[in-house]
């Protein structure tokens, strides 16, 4: 069965440092992953996504994810985080239906 | 610009209640997805639909219906509604491709009493 996990249920940073939000995934076949951010009473939004070529893939907002298949891991990544990327963050992986993460807390402090 | 709408997008009923959570597309998206979102659990998937007549039940469907008649359309029913079923509920839909990303619907946060 797939599965992700995201070992972190928050993360703080200061604005302007690096961010990186992990997610590990388990699935039996071509790993197809993705990232969501959801802010405060909204829906999830689309970040990026991994199908396959580059394991670096990059997104919206500036954002970038890098796919390690040894490690089985997709984490996401920021070089300089801003206050406005405080939000709970989704990691996903696709196989027959799409299966989300618990989802992990980003608070940037200015 | 196409959107994706939920109504109502607040909600108190009883236990027992039937209730019926509305989710209206104008991507014209064939794949239409409701999911449920709990602390601690993620999104867990209750109902899917690939097309018009089609429905699928996902990993959390006990007490849930959906039904498809339309294109723009997958409203979710809670047959008996159980503080159980208590959440936030969202829906979804994407183009056909099964790697297509998802647009989600604002939610609706649903309360029994």
């Known amino acids: 069965a797939q599965s992700v996990a995201q070992p972190e249920d928050q993360v703080n940073v200061a604005e302007g440092n690096p961010l990186t939000v992990k997610c590990t995934y388990s699935?039996?076949?071509?790993?197809?992953l993705f990232w969501y951010v959801q802010y405060p009473n909204r829906g999830l939004q689309f970040l990026l996504k991994?199908?396959?070529?580059?394991?670096l893939v990059k997104g919206s907002y500036g954002f970038e994810a890098e796919f390690n298949k040894s490690q089985t891991s997709f984490h996401l990544k920021k070089p300089s985080a801003l206050v406005s990327d405080s939000a709970l963050y989704f990691c996903?992986?696709?196989?027959?239906?799409?299966?989300f993460g618990a989802g992990t807390t980003v608070t940037v402090r200015a | 610009d196409a959107e994706i709408t939920q109504s109502p997008r607040h909600k108190i009923t009883e236990t027992g209640r039937q209730v019926t959570l509305a989710c209206h597309q104008t991507w014209n998206h064939n794949n239409m997805f409701w999911y449920r979102q709990d602390l601690g659990h993620g999104l867990r998937l209750i109902h899917y639909s690939y097309g018009v007549h089609d429905t699928n039940k996902g990993e959390v469907s006990d007490g849930y219906s959906v039904s498809r008649s339309n294109t723009e359309d997958l409203p979710l029913t809670l047959e008996s509604a159980a503080s159980s079923q208590t959440s936030v509920y969202f829906c979804?839909?994407?183009?056909?491709?099964?790697?297509?990303?998802?647009?989600f619907g604002p939610g609706t946060r649903l309360t029994v009493l």
């Open positions: 979804a839909s994407s183009e056909e491709g099964l790697l297509d990303e998802q647009f």
């Open positions: 991994y199908i396959t070529g580059d394991n």
């Open positions: 996903a992986v696709r196989d027959i239906k799409l299966s």
């Open positions: 699935v039996s076949g071509n790993p197809y």
